[in-house]
């Protein structure tokens, strides 16, 4: 595997490096003040270069490093969630259990590797149980719209993203003991088809995918970034139990779900009157704008893996 | 005070404020938002909107670090002065000061307090609607101690500032806070207008505060 990992860091490492001098030779070229575009640009590949860093460190922790780092990723997207959405003051237990309990005990199941109670505890015990204490409270005001946005919150920022250490306790007949590089195939995939779809647009982009619900996607940006992506995901299919063609497919299917799942982002914030889930991530927002579509890839892509490779 | 005890005041000062304000990055992500004036080490007095105990850690937090030392949180002697721990953690490790609101004697009247304060150069964190607002009403009417620091030291700059999100962290009542985001808007400063009367004044920065909600629509 350190070998895999090692062709993986020194590939990230090649592409960050061409991207930001691409972005300075742009900047020292284009007419001053800079486009806020292009400053946006050098803003995002710069936080591309720590994200990429932590994500490595996490990698050499294994096992611990995911499992720690997604549960963060799961605080810090759920705090965003819940902070646009709306909620009572009589929510306030069932919010401290969404922090308190739901996060910690999902990712011990994750830890634990207990898969029957993993799949189940979100959308049927804290489906039921939630809007139950909601209802203990006696506050009916708002109440479906309460209940259904703490719904949301969970099913999307912590069981969805749970779903990508989750892959590390999947068994693989001859895969065993490299499932870290399966995370490392989603997240690079993803990401790459997210930031292929955004160089497909700005270079070809014309016609507008959704002008109602996000006016940036275009159907050039999503068609180029797409079969780019999937030809990436055969380009990785040596670190995978895939072969080219099935590494393509899969690569197809979640980058396909990343899309909607920024699609769906998108249309939360702009009901909610927004234009960023929050200000983590310089030059790209929140934590969920940036992890919008992993959280939709993620789910579809462990099954598919359990469902197909698995014993 | 010898000076070494000074010196122990001093950095648990520091310490506390530096790490109270890491806590509250770490549950709240709090960030300023500058809109209508700018950090400056300028004495100012911080008008805000007053929710939860959390509400001065969180303005505090978004100033620099050498602002904060010479920033005082004016604080309810009636709740922080009750016992020793609290008057301990109010004024030894919060470096606030402590006003009551039944005051008796000339050396308890809460403006000569906080004039001695200004006097020093230093700045205050006042909530003038003179205690934690639970009602439904976004915002309470002020109450005169703003006008009268204002008339006394006119140099005095005053920015209003307002804290969202901070009664969803620790409403009414609760210990455990739910972290969720909330940012601070600074707005433009505000000043008592020549032949201003009182009421017309607070008033007047009641509405320039309120109007600095960026989300207003959301706080019921």
Redesign the interface.
């Known amino acids: 595997m350190r070998h895999e990992i090692s062709i993986l860091i020194i590939g990230l490492f090649v592409v960050l490096t061409t991207a930001s001098i691409v972005a300075a030779t742009l900047s020292a070229r284009a007419p001053k003040p800079l486009s806020v575009t292009l400053i946006n640009l050098t803003q995002r590949i710069n936080a591309w270069w720590v994200m990429v860093a932590l994500m490595t460190v996490a990698f050499f922790f294994g096992r611990y490093g995911m499992t720690i780092l997604f549960a963060l990723i799961s605080?810090a997207a759920l705090?965003?969630f819940?902070?646009l959405t709306?909620?009572?003051?009589s929510d306030?237990w069932v919010?401290?259990g969404m922090?308190?309990i739901i996060i910690p005990f999902q990712y011990w199941l994750v830890w634990t590797a207990w898969y029957g109670l993993f799949v189940i505890f979100i959308p049927v015990y804290c489906f039921l149980l939630m809007p139950a204490i909601t209802a203990l409270h006696g506050d009916t005001e708002r109440f479906l719209e309460r209940i259904a946005a703490q719904q949301w919150a969970v099913m999307i920022s912590v069981y969805c993203v749970s779903h990508v250490p989750a892959l590390l306790t999947l068994d693989v007949p001859g895969f065993q003991g490299r499932n870290l590089l399966l995370i490392a195939f989603l997240i690079i995939v993803v990401q790459g088809s997210d930031v292929l779809q955004y160089i497909f647009g700005k270079l070809f982009g014309k016609h507008r995918f959704s002008p109602t619900v996000s006016p940036s996607k275009t159907w050039e940006g999503l068609i180029g970034g797409l079969v780019a992506s999937s030809l990436l995901g055969a380009l990785l299919s040596f670190i995978t139990p895939f072969t080219p063609l099935q590494a393509s497919a899969v690569a197809f299917i979640a980058c396909t779900m990343g899309f909607l799942g920024g699609l769906v982002a998108s249309a939360i914030k702009r009901d909610q009157?927004v234009k960023d889930w929050?200000?983590?991530i310089e030059g790209h927002g929140g934590m969920l704008d940036r992890t919008d579509s992993l959280v939709f890839a993620a789910p579809i892509f462990f099954h598919i893996v359990r469902y197909f490779w698995t014993v | 005070m010898s000076k070494l005890a000074l010196k122990t005041y001093t950095l648990l000062q520091t310490v506390t404020s530096v790490s109270l304000s890491a806590m509250a990055w770490a549950v709240t992500?709090v960030?300023p938002i500058w809109s209508g004036s700018q950090p400056s080490e300028r004495q100012r007095i911080y008008f805000a909107n007053h929710t939860s105990h959390g509400d001065f850690i969180l303005l505090s937090a978004c100033l620099s670090e050498r602002e904060r030392a010479i920033t005082h949180a004016i604080a309810a002697a009636e709740y922080w002065g009750k016992s020793r721990l609290r008057r301990f953690i109010a004024e030894d490790m919060l470096s606030s000061v402590l006003i009551s609101r039944q005051w008796t004697s000339e050396e308890q009247n809460p403006i000569s307090i906080m004039l001695s304060v200004l006097d020093q150069g230093h700045s205050l964190i006042l909530f003038p609607e003179g205690t934690r607002n639970m009602s439904d009403e976004p915002l309470l009417p002020f109450r005169s101690g703003l006008y009268n620091l204002s008339m006394a030291r006119p140099d005095v700059e005053l920015i209003p500032c307002w804290i969202e999100?901070m009664?969803?962290v620790l409403?009414?009542g609760?210990f455990?806070p739910?972290?969720?985001?909330c940012r601070i808007v600074f707005g433009t400063p505000v000043a008592v207008a020549p032949g201003e009367d009182r009421r017309a004044f607070l008033d007047r920065a009641h509405d320039a505060l309120q109007a600095l909600n960026p989300?207003p629509a959301?706080d019921?």
């Open positions: 605080f705090r965003e819940v902070t709306h909620s009572r003051r306030h919010l401290l922090f308190g009157g929050g200000h983590l | 992500g960030r999100n009664s969803r409403p009414k609760q455990l739910v972290p969720l985001l989300r959301r019921d």
